[in-house]
């Protein structure tokens, strides 16, 4: 779960990050009563939505007034923002953090996330932070350093030192910059995060350490122990067939192509959508049905599926392993009787009574394209929804 910028500020606060004065305003009007407050020389005007890049694409303005706090918020709210991370179609700003504006001596990177290879939890830090780390990831990728960290030791004062002074620093920003790195770590502990990013992480001209930019992703399967951090989530911002998906209990994540998937198992949903890949075309989604291909759990499905117009020809992908092919097959049918299916269906059924689900769907009055094998199955779904071009 992804969450706002000013909500993970409010997370750092609660642990002792120190971040700049101010608060989130849902309108412009707002906007100036919250820059009022403030009582600064210069206000930054930054827009919330769930990605990042906003600086480049003028999402981050700083302007000197109240007046001109509502001014530019009019100008941002309502607004389309795109930017090199809310895809092409880009995010509507619905809501605006309105800050103090600091005086930067140097933007530096701190990130903590999950480093699967190692399996452990990393620190990454960069003196060079700011709007063009992805470049000097890319290019000079020497400047980003990375720490594993021990899970039995933990991420001690030690520890942080050591990264601090990685970073080349020194005097008091070793300090501060060690208790960020110390605090950062145990709030992704403490709330299961799986990212935890402040780009730029600061120092002020005053020799401050002060997180600007904040970001924090949870992993979504800790929230069932994290209830306080439900109310943060901002339907907004997600895909509504996404969610539509989970009020489901369906695993779907929606993508660009136009080959709608449904199948058994994540493993067996992830091979569908690289055969379809290898054959030329593109799905439209992931889509894990889970165990029990029933009719219920078909009707969702075909939902979902029907829902986005992008959908060409569907693929039907189930191995019957403890759920019966045959069931499964009756199951598909009587779907189509309560949603309207108007793209044509390829079903590969494989497993426990396979030639007679294949007998049934062949027999229907719908007329499915029974495949042989996931090979011929995925051919012929891209033959339908014709090879991606984009
Ligand atoms: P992002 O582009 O979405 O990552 O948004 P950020 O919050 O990182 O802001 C982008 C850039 O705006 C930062 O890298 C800073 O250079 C600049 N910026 C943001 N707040 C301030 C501020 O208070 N003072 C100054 N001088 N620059 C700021
Ligand atoms: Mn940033």
Do not use: A, Y
């Given at each position: 779960m992804k969450i706002h910028e000013y909500q993970a500020k409010n997370l750092f606060r609660e642990y002792g990050i120190p971040v700049p004065t101010g608060g989130p305003a849902f309108s412009a009007w707002e906007a100036f009563e919250v820059a009022s407050k403030l009582k600064t020389e210069k206000t930054v005007v930054k827009a919330q939505i769930h990605a990042g890049g906003r600086g480049k694409a003028g999402g981050v303005k700083i302007v000197n007034t109240p007046e001109e706090v509502e001014k530019t918020a009019e100008s941002l709210l309502s607004k389309t923002l795109v930017t090199k991370q809310s895809g092409p179609e880009g995010k509507i700003v619905r809501k605006l953090l309105i800050e103090e504006a600091l005086s930067i001596k140097q933007e530096l990177y701190l990130g903590v996330l999950i480093d699967r290879a190692e399996r452990k939890i990393a620190v990454i830090a960069s003196a060079?932070?700011?709007?063009?780390i992805e470049e000097i990831a890319a290019k000079?990728?020497?400047k980003i350093l990375r720490f594993h960290i021990d899970p039995l030791v933990g991420c001690g004062p030690f520890v942080c030192r050591n990264i601090a002074f990685g970073l080349g620093l020194a005097g008091t920003a070793v300090k501060f910059i060690a208790e960020i790195v110390e605090k950062a770590y145990r709030l992704f502990i403490e709330k299961d995060c799986s990212l935890i990013e402040m780009n730029p992480l600061v120092v002020l001209t005053d020799d401050r350490v002060i997180a600007l930019d904040a970001k924090i992703d949870f992993d979504d399967n800790s929230l069932t122990r994290h209830?306080?951090?439900?109310?943060?989530?901002?339907?907004?911002?997600?895909?509504p067939l996404e969610i539509q998906a989970n009020r489901y209990g369906i695993d779907y994540v929606k993508l660009e192509g136009n080959v709608g998937c449904m199948v058994n198992g994540a493993g067996l949903a992830m091979a569908t959508m690289d055969i379809i890949r290898k054959y030329g075309g593109m799905p439209a989604n992931f889509l894990d049905i889970k165990g029990g291909a029933n009719k219920e759990n078909v009707i969702h499905a075909f939902t979902l599926l029907m829902a986005d117009p992008k959908v060409k020809a569907v693929l039907i992908n189930i191995f019957g392993?403890?759920?019966?092919c045959d069931m499964v097959a009756n199951g598909i049918l009587e779907a189509m009787n309560f949603v309207k299916v108007d793209v044509p269906v390829v079903v590969r059924l494989e497993g426990t009574n396979a030639v007679e689900a294949r007998n049934i769907l062949n027999n229907a009055d719908f007329s499915f394209k029974v495949a042989d094998g996931l090979a011929s199955a995925a051919l012929a779904a891209v033959g339908i929804a014709g090879p991606w071009q984009q």
């Open positions: 060079s932070g700011g709007m063009e000079s990728p020497e209830k306080e951090l439900l109310n943060l989530r901002d339907f907004f911002e997600e895909e392993g403890i759920v019966k």
